[in-house]
């Protein structure tokens, strides 16, 4: 399990600008706690940014079908929320399931698939981790699904600030090329 915790407001604008893009599915996280009488809490608003929920890696010759290495998809993405301790935290776990197409051009059994996580709240991003999810497909199939591990994310939470004040968002982690790409084709 890795462990994300979020520290005070650090800027990256590129993804601030991107997050007025989100128009994905839009999801509230499932909350869940201890106690099945108490109130559970309100979780982070959870979503695949659309232009980073495909990825398509080619060799350096271009964009032809015999040049792909691997072409990737997010399907899915689950998370959970209960209080942390001493409710000073909203303690949030995001999974993401992927299905990845090896292309002609990758030449082993194995790669890596980079995929990033970020806190936003409002407009500001406030943390952004990338993780390299390693495939490796079977023998003589070319398609697989896979699924991260859990991320989880200590996110602050005081009287006037809670789970409905976060955004947390997940993609691929693509190149300026790979984004140009997944805009001019749009929706898969």
């Known amino acids: 399990m890795t462990l994300l915790t ?32 108490a109130f559970p809490p309100v979780c982070a608003k959870v979503a695949i940014l659309h232009d980073a929920a495909d990825l398509t890696i080619d060799t350096p010759s271009g964009h032809d079908l015999t040049n792909l290495i691997v072409d990737g998809r997010i399907t899915r993405l689950d998370g959970h929320c209960k209080p942390g301790k001493n409710n000073a935290t909203l303690d949030t776990d995001v999974v993401i399931s992927m299905d990845i197409t090896r ?77 140009a790409l997944n805009r001019q084709r749009g929706e898969r």
């Open 6 to 37: 979020i520290p005070p407001p650090l800027r990256a604008a590129r993804l601030a600008a991107a997050l007025g893009a989100i128009l994905p599915v839009l999801l509230l996280a499932g909350c869940g706690q201890d106690d099945p009488n």
């Open 103 to 179: 292309g002609p051009a990758l030449r082993t059994a194995s790669t890596t698939v980079p995929w990033f996580i970020a806190v936003a709240r409002g407009e500001q991003i406030l943390d952004k981790h990338v993780f390299n999810l390693p495939v490796t497909f079977p023998p003589n199939t070319d398609g697989v699904s896979v699924t991260t591990d859990p991320v989880l994310l200590h996110l602050p939470t005081t009287h006037g600030l809670s789970g409905v004040d976060y955004h947390v968002i997940v993609g691929f982690q693509v190149t300026p090329d790979q984004l």
